[in-house]
Structures are given as C-alpha cells and as structure tokens.
C-alpha cells in the first residue's frame, strides 16, 4: 500500500516528491530541446550561407559584378570590365509634368557629365560639339492673349545668372573682332530687347551655354589639354545658322570655353541649312520621308479625342476657331510661360490650366513613342544627317592620321538638327532635345597602339557609345573598352545606306522605292 502511495505521488507535480521527478523529467527534455535547436540552427546557416556562395559565383560567371585580376607581378588590378545592364522590366509611363522641367533646363550648377572619361593611357585627339541653342522666347504666339512678359535684356544681379555674365556683357565689343561669315554679320551678338522678340534668346539660355561651356573647359582644356597655349584659327572650326539665338548661344559657350580668348582668332562659318547638309542638300528621298512623317504626326493626332477635346476647349477661352488654335502650336507658348513659371494665358472666357497644357504635352510624349515604332523619321533622319556626319568622320579620319587642324569644332543648332542626330546614330530612346541640349563626338588614340583609335559619343553628358547601332554590338567582354573608330566610319560611308538597299548617299538619295 505504501509502495503504491510513494509511487503516486512521484507523478503529481504539487508534492515534494512529484516536484523533484517532474523538475528531473523536465530537465531532461529540456536539454535535449536545446541542442536540437542548435544543431538546426547550425544546418539553416549552412544551407544559407552555400546559397549566397552559390548566387555569388553565379554573378561573377556572369559578369553582374566586377571582379579583381591579379597582375604578372602579384599586384591586383582594378578590373576594367564594362558592366551593362539589360533591363527586362517595363519602362515606366513618362510623366508630362516632369518632361517638361526637363525640357526647359533650368541651369543647375551639379549638373556635369561624363566627357573626357577613358582609361589613363588614352589620349584624347578630338572633339565634335553640337548644340541646341539655349532657351528662347516663343516662336508661335496665341491669337487674342497677352504674350509672355519675358525681359531679354542681360541682367548678371537676375537669377539666374552665371560668374562669367558681367564680362561677357562687357566684352560686347570685343566680340565683334571675330569673323562672321556673310549673313552673320547683320546679328546682334548679345540679347537686347526689354521685352523678347519671336524666338530671341534669354538670360536662360545664356546662362545654359556657359555653363554648358565651363564644364567642357574643365574637362578639355585643363584637364586634356586638347588645344595647344599658342591655339590659332585652325585649331578651331565654328558653325552656326543665321539665327541670333544659335549665334548668341555659340558665343556664350566659347566664352566660357575659353576663358582668355582672343576673339580675332575665331571664325564662325554660316549655314543656311538647319540640318547642316551645307552643299549635299539635294536628296529627293529625303524629302519623301520627311511629308510621310508628317503624315504619320497628323493621323496620330486626329485619333487622339481628349487632345481634339482639349484644342476645343481653348479655343472657346480664347475665342477663335478650333483650327486656327490649333495652326498657332500653342504648346511653343505654353512652354515658355511653364519654364519661366508665368501664369498660363486668360480671358474675358477664363483660364488656359495646367491640365490643358498636360493633355497636349502628353500627346508630344505619345508622338515620340509612335515615331520610333514607325521608323519613317528613321529614314528621314539618317539621309538628313549624312552630310553632316560624313564631314565629322572626314575629320576625325584626317586627325587620326596626324593632322593638327580643326581639333575643336562646334556647331550651334536648333531641335531640329539634333533631333535626327541622334535618331539616326540608333538612339531611338534618347529624350527630345532639351534648351541647351549637347552631344558630343570624341577621339580617342590608345597609348600602346598607336593606330588603334576609338570614338565615344556622350548626349548630355550621358555615354550613349554603346546604344549606337553601330556599336551596341561591340564585345561587352572585349580587351577594347571603347568603340572602334572604324565602326563609326563603315556606318557613315557604307552601313547607313543598307535599309534602302543602297551603297551611297546619291544612290539612296534619288531611288525611289515606292
């Protein structure tokens, strides 16, 4: 009986005895939960750390990360490889708002880029410079309101305003010691009108290009040292329109180029043409896809209801027909008076609003997007800017071959210049010419091999070489870390001309494939 007593109570928990049988049992499993929780925890830090072994391998297999290479002496080396990214998700919606404050480019002082970048032991030959001129006032009024009160007399104490700006008002007169081509020499060198004229540049897009030209000072002047101290008249080769804003922006950005610059050593050429194709204009083909692009803008528009409704609607604030609202391009007005953040027009009728300006600079966006899919302004675009490239490649050509002159050369243009620039070059995406908008043409000379030359071609400082069709298929895992020069010359004198089954500008020119 007493057995069974003791034995009992070694089973209830609330008894001396039952405490000291339960605490024992307890302890037991207790340890033996711990060291099952440790040798688990141990295998999952296993399993995770093989698997971050295994995705970091994977990445350098594939040339997601740069890794380091041992010298031939033990040293280790920086790796040089190129990291490109491929993106394979969607590109997001572009927002109107946000193009438009990209558009007007506001002179920021960070904003720099990436010219005269290339491994330490090239040397840089060359530069082509091409220009959109800087902001101007609009070209295209809206009938029966007020125009935007925009001053285009320069002011260096208004903002925005640039260190260089006072000099360059005073040195007015010393600018008139270059040589102007022809039609130049009937220009006014400086803005001067209280209130703007019709497409008169402003203190904006003064400011744009010298600080467009400071940037490019610090980089080829001081730091490449691209133009010898002595420089002369055919170091350098300038080229405007016969538009004061391209000739003024021209000015101001070889102001700040050039800090001391002797202005009686510049020569500024003219060009008649806004695509620059100089004595090769005559291109029937050229012309043919120029009315079927234009064709392709108007069928595009006349679907787009909201932008018919939007048109509508203005022109019952402004109180003029529909179609005559329309043939004023009001977007130009509007433009200036969102990029000088002054009030939309009004009436006795109401308000033009930021949603009608929206819905029209929308639709620019839509028209951008449905250029590139129809490829008509492709081909407009490559027989446009033939001319023009073949001169750059000719020179480029000559100087990789020795030749000292014309190592700096600008072109001041307009939209519609660089616009098919870059389409031609296969850079379909590249965002439409902002104010001040610059892209340029670099060559380069490996310092080992003295033949091998190679070009690098930046857009707003951005590098876009390797998004050119002729280079977006150069090896990313080649011992060449830039674009071979030869490919930039095939393309111009040969692979432009393929996509109309022609060997030659002429040919493409003048046979009619329709």
């Known amino acids: 009986m007493q057995a069974t007593l003791s034995a009992l109570l070694t089973h209830i928990p609330g008894t001396y005895e039952g405490r000291a049988s339960w605490r024992s049992t307890h302890n037991g499993s207790l340890k033996m939960c711990v060291a099952m929780f440790f040798r688990s925890r141990f295998l999952f830090l296993l399993a995770v750390a093989a698997l971050l072994a295994v995705l970091s391998l994977s990445l350098q297999f594939f040339h997601l990360i740069p890794v380091t290479q041992p010298k031939e002496d033990g040293m280790i080396a920086k790796s040089r490889k190129r990291i490109l990214v491929n993106p394979h998700t969607a590109p997001p919606k572009l927002d109107p708002i946000y193009e438009a404050y990209r558009y007007c480019n506001m002179p920021n002082k960070t904003d720099h880029g990436l010219e005269g970048h290339a491994p330490s032991d090239y040397k840089l030959l060359s530069v082509h410079v091409m220009i959109r001129h800087g902001d101007r006032y609009p070209l295209y009024a809206i009938p029966k309101t007020k125009p935007p009160p925009i001053d285009c007399i320069l002011i260096p104490t208004r903002k925005p305003s640039h260190r260089l700006l ?60 691209l133009l010898p101290d002595n420089w002369s008249t055919k170091h350098l080769y300038v080229e405007s329109t016969g538009k004061s804003r391209t000739l003024q922006s021209g000015l101001a950005l070889l102001y700040s180029l050039l800090p001391k610059l ?28 120029l009315e079927e692009e234009q064709r392709r803008q108007y069928n595009l528009r006349v679907k787009n209801s909201l932008l018919e409704q939007t048109y509508i609607d203005m022109a019952k604030i402004v109180g003029i027909p529909t ?23 009004c ?37 446009a800017t033939h001319p023009l490239l073949n001169q750059t490649v000719t ?11 014309e190592i700096f050369a600008l072109y001041s243009a307009h939209d519609v210049t ?45 590098d876009i070489t390797f998004q050119t069709s ?45």
Not at 200 to 224: A, F, M, P, R, S
Request: with cysteine.
């Open 166 to 225: 006072e000099t360059f008002i005073k040195n007015r007169n010393i600018v008139t010691a270059c040589k102007l081509d022809g039609p130049l020499n009937n220009i006014a060198l400086l803005p001067s009108h209280t209130v703007c004229e019709m497409g008169e540049l402003t203190q904006i897009g003064v400011v744009q290009h010298l600080l467009n030209g400071e940037h490019l000072h610090d980089t080829y002047i001081k730091k490449h040292k």
């Open 262 to 289: 002797d202005w009686g050593k510049v020569h500024i050429r003219y060009q008649w043409s806004t695509i620059f194709c100089s004595n090769s204009c005559d291109c029937p083909m050229r012309n043919h896809y």
């Open 323 to 345: 179609r005559r609202l329309r043939a004023a391009n009001p977007i130009d007005s509007l433009l200036c008076h969102f990029c000088h953040n002054v009030s939309f027009p």
């Open 347 to 383: 009436t006795e009728y109401g308000c033009i609003n930021l949603n009608h300006f929206k819905v029209i600079k929308a639709h620019q966006l839509e028209d951008e997007q449905d250029r590139q899919r129809k490829k008509l302004y492709y081909k407009y675009a490559l027989l």
């Open 395 to 405: 020179r480029m050509q000559q100087i990789a071959q020795g030749k000292k002159d």
């Open 418 to 462: 660089v616009a098919p620039l870059l389409s031609a070059l296969g850079i379909p995406d590249a965002s439409f010419p902002r104010f001040g908008a610059r892209i340029i043409f670099e060559i380069w000379r490996n310092g080992q091999v003295k033949r091998q030359h190679f070009i690098r071609i930046l857009y707003n400082g951005d």
């Open 470 to 514: 002729f280079c977006s298929g150069h090896n990313a895992h080649s011992k060449q870390l830039l674009c071979p020069f030869e490919n930039f010359l095939n393309f111009v004198r040969k692979d432009m001309f393929a996509v109309f089954n022609s060997t030659n500008y002429y040919d493409a020119c003048h046979r009619r494939v329709f």
